[in-house]
């Protein structure tokens, strides 16, 4: 049951890769003024925005005058990043920042640093609370758990068990809670990513990006985030495959709906991917076999360079239906796909439900036989 709390902090790396394009950003500037309980004159003060990778890239610094006071600028380009302050290397906060704020920091000597200044840090010192309470109790559990263990005390050993069951319901019973109330935030954000379960919690994460999707502009983070979803949702056998318009290799808008009453297969791939260029001649070859018998491809391509895409096309001799909008894994039908990894297939029927889906090599020539005997 060795389970414990730490802080988790959503940042770029966790949504690179699914950003949407959406209505441009204008930078906000925002001010931290804080007050050192104990520091002395002159130690430094340093402001990171967290980066990609994981580390903190510095902003700008500040020094502390007399009376342990300072003040530190910066500008946030996304509506919505996590930045770090770090007091003279003895205290680090948090901060979750989306523009135009005033932070007021407290720190006194070595104890926890208090920030206020925006609905952001109220929820997260609530949750940050919430968690800690929690982790407390999971270190008595983990002790306690040892020594059942040790001694062979079944019964201990689950009732340790079911306490953590319930009181772990009990947290995310108030994170669900306090969710709505953060609205389209940043702490939201942090909130559905980091306490939320895709699997259990789908409908709610679904309704929070719905309301990131109405928000103008929507921040950065939000935009990865929507992605993200759409990927975990996906398109299920069964269902009818969402309709799409993308623009061919001549900038002709070709509709996934024009090909209805024929077996369609939507084929994302992209130029630069090896596996799916090595799967080409096996799709040439279903085409050249079932077009005449009412089977139809859509190629959807996730390539960036244009001349790349048109240069692939031509050498693979891949002459049915294309369509990409040159934004890569930012592809919006990839995303509403639910496409991770490339290639990947989905088999429309007649009617444009979807029969099958990743079907390749043997399996996809076994099924079009079936189909179109």
Known sequence: ???SYQKFFLTATLLLGTLVTFAQISPL???VNGKVQGGAKGEKVILLQSAANGTGVKVDSAQLAADGSFTIKGTEKDRGSFFTLNIADRQRAVLLVEGGETFNVKAGGQGKVLVSGSKNMEYYSQIDELMQNFAAKVTKWN???AEAEEKKNTKKVQEIQAAYAAEDKVRQDVIKKMLPEMGTSLVALFTANNFLNPDQDMDILK???ADFEKVNPVPTLAQG?????KRAKGVAVGEIAPDFTLNDPEGKPV??????GKL???DFWASWCGPCRQENPNVVRMYDK????GFSIYGVSLDKEANAWKAAIKKDKLTWHHGSDLKFWNSVVAQTYGVSAIPATYLLDKEGKVIAKNLRGAALEAKLTELLP
Do not use: P, Y
């Open 29 to 31: 500037e925002f001010t």
């Open 290 to 293: 079932f077009k005449d018998k």
């Open 143 to 145: 002790e306690e758990f």
């Open 207 to 209: 309704s929070l990006a």
């Open 225 to 229: 985030f929507i992605g993200q979803i």
């Open 1 to 3: 049951m060795k389970k």
């Open 255 to 260: 509709q996934l709906s024009s090909l209805r």
């Open 264 to 266: 369609v297969l939507i």
